[in-house]
Each structure stands twice: as C-alpha cells, then as structure tokens.
C-alpha cells in the first residue's frame, strides 16, 4: 500500500538496519502480519536465537489493545497525540514493540505516525466537473 511504502521509508531513515544486513546479523527472515479488518493493525516479527522482535502499527484502539493485553501501558501523551493528529485531518496510526523471550515479554508505545493526504493539483476541479 502507499501508506505502508511511505513508513518502511520512514523506518529506513531512522533505523540502523536494512533488510539485506539482518541475515549478516544473525537475523531470521521476518514474518509479516498482514492487516485485517478484524485486527485493524499489521505488522513484522523478527527473531534472533530464543528472542522475538515484533512490531504493530495501526489504529489507536488496536494496538492500544494489543499493548495491554500484553501488560504494557499505553500513555496519555499517546493518545493526545492520536487525537491531535485526527484534529488536523490526517490519520494518525500506532506503533508499538514487543520483545519476547521465553515466557517474559515486554511491550511498549514507539510513536505515533502522521498520515497526510497529498491532494493533487487540480483535483478538486476535477471532482467539481464530475458532479
């Protein structure tokens, strides 16, 4: 989807890992967790010997679920955020961590994305003369 390339940009901007050097870091292939209607999030487990990475993003209230069901918190400074972003007219999504290694996990709130629109030049004419 353009909403998922324009992250995995993102991510690659801001992490210290590309796909082609998990293998040469010991990494597993990811498994990815493709978005349901049921779910409302989608995401990637990553595993290293008896440690597992996985990381969600969605809507708020999904992967606030996911995050306290695993006995994580999910801040108010979160949903503040959530709630701003809507404001302006973009779609905020979640994303949250897990890190699993035998019967503990952690879990935690990585940020919020902003998704905005990009509206092209003359559409909105464009709609006026389809009417």
């Known amino acids: 989807t353009p909403e998922g390339r324009s992250i995995v940009v993102l991510a690659r901007q801001q992490s210290d890992v590309s796909a082609p050097e998990m293998g040469e870091r010991g990494l597993a292939a990811p498994v990815f967790v493709p978005f349901t209607a049921q779910t409302r999030m989608s995401g990637v487990d990553v595993a290293n010997g008896q440690i597992v990475r996985s990381v969600r993003k969605g809507a708020a209230d999904a992967v606030r679920r996911y995050v306290t069901e ?58 006026v003369e389809l009417r």
Do not use: H, W
Request: charge should be negative; glycine fraction near 8%; charged fraction near 30%.
């Open 70 to 127: 695993r006995a994580g918190k999910f801040p108010d400074v979160v949903m503040q955020a959530v709630d701003d972003v809507a404001r302006a007219g973009s779609t905020p999504l979640v994303v949250a961590e897990s890190i699993a290694q035998g019967t503990e996990e952690s879990v935690r709130v990585l940020g919020v994305i902003e998704l905005k629109d990009i509206v092209k030049a003359g559409i909105r004419e464009r709609f």
